[in-house]
């Protein structure tokens, strides 16, 4: 069996991550969210402009760390409990694995440092997720790959459109 034949990781047939893995994930998550929290708290309040505590820039984001780092230690501890902590042999990820890792890094670069601030938000986090959606939902039949374009089209259009109007009407602050 290739690799191009190896099951998707979404249909149940891929072995689940290991402990190690976990945990390894659950600490980088960690100090992620908490990056965010500590940077969010950074965040000017506009206190001396009238506003409140909860109009401040930093509380979306700093939501969104604390779960981030909530989450990690749930992860954490389920890894520990099957035995994240065991001393094994090197890690061994299939090729398929590095390919979708690199690829997951490789969209997110070219959408934060590439898209955004040089396109509309709304456009690049459209086609952000377009291209994430055919990245790894692509189906191998000339009509599941058609269908799948169309759905990644919609897909992609709607979550632009749906940030753009969250962030300039509910959250009032003007997007890139």
């Known amino acids: 069996m290739s690799e191009a ?4 990781p979404f249909d149940g047939e891929k072995a689940p ?7 390894v994930t659950a ?4 100090a992620l969210g908490v990056a965010i929290i500590v ?3 950074e965040m000017p309040r506009f206190l001396e402009q009238s506003g409140t505590g909860l109009t401040a820039p930093g509380i ?3 939501f969104h760390g604390a779960v981030i780092a909530l989450l990690s230690i749930v992860l954490g501890l389920r890894a520990r409990a099957r035995g994240g902590w065991a001393v094994r042999g090197a890690a061994t990820g299939t090729a398929a694995d590095r390919r979708q890792l690199a690829t997951a890094a490789v969209l ?12 509309p ?11 994430f959606v055919i990245a790894f939902e692509w189906e191998l039949g000339p009509r599941g790959r058609t269908r799948r374009i ?3 089209a919609l897909i992609g259009l709607g979550t632009g459109i749906a940030v753009m109007l969250v962030f300039e009407k509910l959250f009032l602050l003007r997007l890139p």
């Open 121 to 131: 938000f709304w456009l690049a986090s459209a086609l952000f997720v377009f291209a």
């Open 150 to 152: 169309v759905e990644a």
């Open 5 to 8: 034949d190896a099951a998707s």
């Open 17 to 23: 991550a290991s402990p190690r893995a976990d945990l």
């Open 39 to 41: 940077q969010a708290w």
């Open 60 to 62: 979306v984001p700093g």
């Open 108 to 119: 997110g670069l070219v959408y934060a440092g590439g898209m955004v601030g040089r396109v």
């Open 27 to 30: 600490v980088v998550l960690f």
